[in-house]
């Protein structure tokens, strides 16, 4: 078997990956908390390990991955929407994670095997805080549950931050109830017009923090392979992870691999709703297919930030065009051979190097154009299917992607026609011809566009 190599950012660099049980390939995602439409840089860490859990599926075999992103449906955000909007907080949670279900679908992200709900986990959070009282690591104090930072003495390993830098940077909430500034809630107290559950320690509600350890410890167990998410949340996020669930599991490590996709930015700031930056997923599906947005994500390393804009998903568009392109002029062809080309598959076990796999996609899709005999166009689009796959790209019915399906059969052979017409006035430098048959194509409203592996065409919308 290939190996494949995964930058940890815990030991800050890449290590070839070693699954605890190759038959149970246990990996982790922090999912969205569901106040309001998701934005685009949202959708980054689903894109990002969609396509791990496909290369995990190839290597181990799809029922041995068991990918678990959660839902956070109680939070102050979603309070605070439900009061803005009049709906409940169960009404504006169950909204927004379907419609968060349905943007990722449309981008081609595969439900995760299991997707906990914070609120359906109150009992392991209770469970979880009461050992770490019982050990030293946390107490109460008038209504809330904290955990005791420096009761933990490697915190801070995986930001790699010193406790002084942290209690000098960080935004902490400085309260008479805390032993020490850094200390982090666990659980809270609510009145009675907010969400709580009865506890030990009084009727109250979770922290964020609390809740993903506790349904990673449900369901994953107590130490898993891989952790990901944004690299937003290496820190206190994932930081307070680790404390908790390593002081909860005896010292047990929470997960041998920590992985974390760069920020997606707007220009050069940041795309978050705080700043008013944002590019929802909901709004950008109106105007481009999801497969472009997917694309677009994966243009950039994994763990590099990258820049969106419409330069981008209109690059991407075009770069698409190109496979659909091939796959219908091959459309014809049963593919032959499943086996995804050991160049393309070195690059993603290469710590998902999706730039340099995009590369090889596209010679893929060269070489696939190239072909002369039908068995080597048949193999070329066996491989090309195969390495999109493994992406997730290329999948959909050329004549659907292009806006053909449905064309009446006649009207498709005359611009077909017209297609080789205007090609072949190109190549003798004929461009008066080549124009007027553009100009003919463009008054039946027919977009074409030219590229290394010929030229494609669809329908414009009326």
Known sequence: MKSLTLYDTMARRKRAFEPIDPGRVTLYVCGPTVYSYAHIGNARPPVVFDVLRR?????????????????????????????????????????????????????????????????????????????????????????????????????????????????????????????????????????????GWDSPWGRGRPGWHLECSAMCETHLGETIDIHGGGIDLVFP????????????????????????????NMGSDKMSKSLGNVALIHDLLKDWPGEVLRCALLTAHYRAPLTWNADLLTKTRRSLD????????????????????????????????TPKAMSELFQLAGEANKAETPQEKAEAKGRLLAAGALMGLGQDDPDAWFGLAGMN??????????????????????????DEVRDELNARKIQVDDGPEGSTWRKMAE
């Not at 297609?419 to 006035?425: D, K, M, S, V």
Request: hydrophobic residues 40%.
């Open 409 to 434: 059969p006649d009207e498709r052979m005359e611009i077909d026609a017209l297609i080789e017409r205007r090609q072949a006035a190109r190549e003798a430098k004929d461009w008066a011809v080549a």
């Open 322 to 353: 190109r496979i659909y392109g091939v796959l219908r002029r091959l459309g014809h062809l049963e593919p032959v051979g499943t086996d995804v080309p050991e160049a393309f598959l070195d690059a993603l076990l290469d710590d998902l190097n």
């Open 237 to 264: 996020h994932h930081e307070n992870e680790i404390a908790q669930s390593t002081c909860a599991h005896g010292g047990k490590t929470m997960a041998n691999y920590w992985l974390h996709n760069g920020f997606l």
């Open 55 to 195: 290369v995990l599926s190839h290597l181990y075999g799809a029922d041995s991955v068991v990918l678990a992103a959660n839902i956070t449906d109680i939070d102050d955000k979603i309070m605070a929407a439900a009061r803005e909007s009049g709906e409940g907080i169960e009404a504006v949670a169950t909204k927004f994670a379907k419609i968060y279900r349905e943007d990722l679908t449309a981008l081609g992200v595969a439900p995760p095997s299991i997707e906990p709900k914070a609120t359906d986990h109150i009992e392991p959070m209770i469970a979880m805080m009461q050992r770490l009282i019982d050990d030293g690591h946390a107490y109460a104090a008038e209504g809330h549950v904290l955990f005791s930072v420096k009761s933990y003495e490697a915190y801070g390993a995986l930001s790699k931050r010193s406790l002084d830098d942290m209690i000098a940077g960080a935004r902490v909430e400085v309260a008479p109830y805390k032993k020490d500034p850094c200390d982090f809630v666990l659980w809270k107290p609510s009145s009675d017009e907010e969400p």
